[in-house]
């Protein structure tokens, strides 16, 4: 696994990093620049640019739009120009106003070769980009990585820097100057964070396990999901810790390889739940970070949501691809959304997986009666309160059900006499042994020991035949429940609870 090998200093009290790639050689003068150490400078482009004025108005307006960029910056400046364009005149205006301490030249053959307008750092002549560190406070990171290539960003390295006090990782991101959003690319400039259960090429996927970081070695292609992101423009900044191989660890005497990220929310010693426990943090407590993404298989997104107050999505099975993310239970494994709004989800969700938009809402609200009233008072205040909003926006009244008797009044025909509780629990208790687990080592985690306890007395044909009863439900709950529709993709939103609402302290022990 390949170190970077770029250069970490700090600028009028900010940590940078200089990343090691240079992107073009610039003049001073007639003769190259020949700095030894990186000095942080700007660079912009005089094409369609008239008067010196203009160009300072650009890199004053730069602040407004980037953590990455200061004034420091904007001290020296790079006039990068198209060869045979001809800008001596500008040259000569901006020397004339004093803004700057020095003014470097940069020729390129065409416009196509310019390079975004922004900060970035001279050193021996060359321009590297400008990434600003950002100390992972919350312990949420497993590793943190820049690209190895930042014009193509198909492979990364782990970033050899860390923070000041020698305690904590940091994490490189880019100036968001460097991106333009297209249709072609409408993430650039955002910023994401992976759990560490997505491959990630030329770096280790850990799956918060000693062992299987020992065994296995940087890997040699990414996630066909992480490539998705960065060829919508995405920048990955980094790998979140997860709980060991995605298990129902809670901090801290369940976590045993790790250490359990810190959730910002309240005194910071409540559990940040799990299993994408670092990428529900990240996302909570770093305002620099623009999306977190995780997998849930039996609310491995969901739980961390709610405990560390962002939202979720746990799209439906199969509708993108988990090529090259560890998989715990293929049968129920999907790519979870965190956002910090519900319209960041919908935005990734349509640009990534593998469905339509909704024409329009759906037009009943289901109250399943099976699960509620919730047993803290407080929280199943906040239901109704909840239910009473969605009502009056969607202009109609919620529906008060039971699963277990529409499960009565039409039971499918494999079902036999078994109710809805008996039918579930046999097929998901043999449906999620661990002969679903992908042969990863999970004999030391204790949710997987007894998960193995279980499976090693289920026969092959009872653990297919378990797999074929979740299918069963999964027909009958889309016939007679939550029915798919053309416009509405679903015609009901059901409520259901989530959660004890209470707090739940990382240092107090687990049962």
Known sequence: MASSKGAALTVAGISYYAHPQALGTVLHGNKRSTDTKPEPTVVISADNVTQAEDIISRIWNFAKHDDVYSEEFGKSLV??????????????????????????????????DLL???????????????????VDELNAFVLTVIPNDVRSCTSFSVLDAIAADGIHKVVAVPSRLYATRSKIQPLAGMRFALKDCFNLAGVKTTMSSRAYTQVYGPEKESAAFASKLLSLGASIVGKTKMTNFASSDEPTDQWVDDICPINPRGDGYQSPSGSSSGAAAALAGYSWLDQSIGADTGG??????????VFSLRPSWNITSMDGIGAIYPDFDVVGILARDLQSIHDIVSLTHDVDDAAKFPSKILYPEDFFPHSNRKQQAMVDTFVTVLEKFLGVKAIRTSLAERWRQCPPLEAGDHS????????????????????????????YSFARGIGEAVSQEDF??????????????DANVLSS??????????????????PKYRDAPNR
């Open 485 to 502: 529709d053309p416009d509405t993709k679903s015609d009901a939103i059901m409520i259901m609870p989530y959660g004890m609402g209470g």
């Open 116 to 134: 975004p307008s922004g900060p970035y750092f001279l050193q021996n002549g060359c321009i590297h980009q400008a990434w600003r560190l950002y």
């Open 79 to 112: 006039l990068q120009t198209v060869a045979g364009s001809g800008n001596l005149r500008i040259i000569q205006d901006l020397q004339l106003s004093k803004k700057f301490t020095a003014i470097h030249t940069l020729e390129v053959d065409s416009s196509e």
């Open 420 to 447: 809805i509780t008996e039918y579930l629990a046999q097929g998901l208790l043999l449906a999620l042994d661990d002969k679903a687990s992908s042969n990863l080592p999970l004999s030391c985690i204790p949710a």
């Open 300 to 309: 491995s997104i969901r739980a961390p949501a709610t405990a560390n107050g």
């Open 464 to 477: 297919y035949k378990g797999r074929a009863e979740i299918q069963v439900f999964r027909q009958w709950f």
